[in-house]
């Protein structure tokens, strides 16, 4: 990421963190837009039997070696932001503000924010004035849903209290994203 990012005229700073990538592209006047993506392999074993299968392995937080697979997205969710942000170094004349492209770890977990955030994240980049994720879902190929407001996403804060049928309701929902 970091050498995609360089290319297309990013400053870029790795290591965020841990592995977390921040690049930043000034590009005038103009508010500072945040642009997330999560890069973490999961530790799963890959059993689909296609070419492309991956047989990648980590080391766990125990030491131990583990098969790894990107088996939520993070791979289309990367791929996605390194294409936004190379469109957007491409067309300059066509905005004017900052670009904050996070590619952050181990979000699966909660540690790879907390250790960026750690790591004073808010204190070494701009300030952001919105924040910007994605996710995908099993949707037909060729259709974008878009809407205002929040859309497959979670809350900046918990909610005070959540009754056992909803508690139920998401965490029965949480595989499909």
């Known amino acids: 990421m970091a050498g995609r990012l360089a290319a297309a005229g990013y400053a870029v700073t790795t290591g965020v963190g841990g592995t977390g990538v921040v690049g930043v592209l000034d590009n005038g006047a103009g508010p500072t837009v945040l642009l997330r993506a999560d890069m973490d392999a999961l530790?799963?074993?890959e059993v689909e039997r296609v070419p492309y299968r991956g047989t990648a392995t980590?080391?766990?937080p125990d030491g131990a070696t583990v098969p790894v697979m990107h088996?939520?997205?993070h791979d289309t969710h990367v791929t996605a932001l390194v294409g936004a942000?190379?469109?957007l170094a491409a067309t300059r004349s066509a905005w004017s503000g900052r670009v904050l492209a996070v590619f952050q770890?181990?979000?699966e977990i909660g540690a790879g924010a907390r250790a960026m955030l750690a790591d004073g994240f808010l204190d070494r980049f701009p300030r952001f004035d919105v924040a910007l994720?994605?996710?995908i879902t099993s949707a037909p190929?060729?259709?974008l849903y878009a809407r205002p407001g929040v859309f497959m996403a979670a809350a900046d804060?918990?909610?005070r209290r959540c009754s056992s049928r909803a508690g139920a309701w998401l965490a029965a929902a949480d595989h499909r994203g």
């Open 43 to 45: 530790p799963v074993r």
């Open 58 to 60: 980590a080391t766990d």
């Open 71 to 73: 088996a939520c997205g």
């Open 85 to 87: 942000v190379e469109q």
């Open 105 to 107: 770890p181990a979000e």
């Open 133 to 135: 994720g994605q996710h």
């Open 141 to 143: 190929s060729g259709h």
């Open 157 to 159: 804060r918990p909610p």
